[in-house]
């Protein structure tokens, strides 16, 4: 965790719930999205690494892990339910 989260797009992608969903994912973590079918070349990377931590925290609680999951990694979470299958 804590690492830049770069969205991409492209035209066609913008027009389906896929592109909504990319764009609604960048605006909650204060970011928008890069658009494959433009010129990016002069886009300031500085400012897309740029990570808020407040947005990127309350984005992880709601996306990516619950405060309530164990601190393990989900390969080791998936061997321990296989675990207790064969108990």
Same mark, same amino acid.
């Given at each position: =965790?804590?690492?830049?989260? *770069? =969205?991409? &797009? &492209? /035209?066609?992608?913008? !027009?389906?719930?896929?592109? +909504? *969903? #990319? ?7 204060? &970011?928008?999205? #890069?658009?494959? /079918?433009?010129? +990016?070349? !002069? ?7 740029? *990570? ?6 309350? +984005?992880?609680?709601?996306? *990516? ?6 601190? #393990?990694? !989900?390969?080791? #979470?998936?061997?321990?339910?296989? /675990?207790?299958?064969?108990?």
């Amino acid at each position: =965790f804590n690492k830049p989260i *770069i =969205f991409v &797009t &492209t /035209n066609e992608l913008k !027009c389906s719930t896929e592109g +909504f *969903i #990319i764009e609604q994912y960048a605006s909650e973590l204060g &970011t928008s999205s #890069i658009n494959l /079918n433009d010129d +990016f070349s !002069c886009l300031n990377w500085a400012d897309m690494l740029k *990570i808020d931590m407040e947005k990127y925290e309350l +984005f992880r609680r709601k996306y *990516i892990k619950m405060d309530e999951s164990l601190e #393990i990694p !989900c390969w080791e #979470i998936i061997e321990n339910y296989l /675990n207790k299958l064969r108990l």
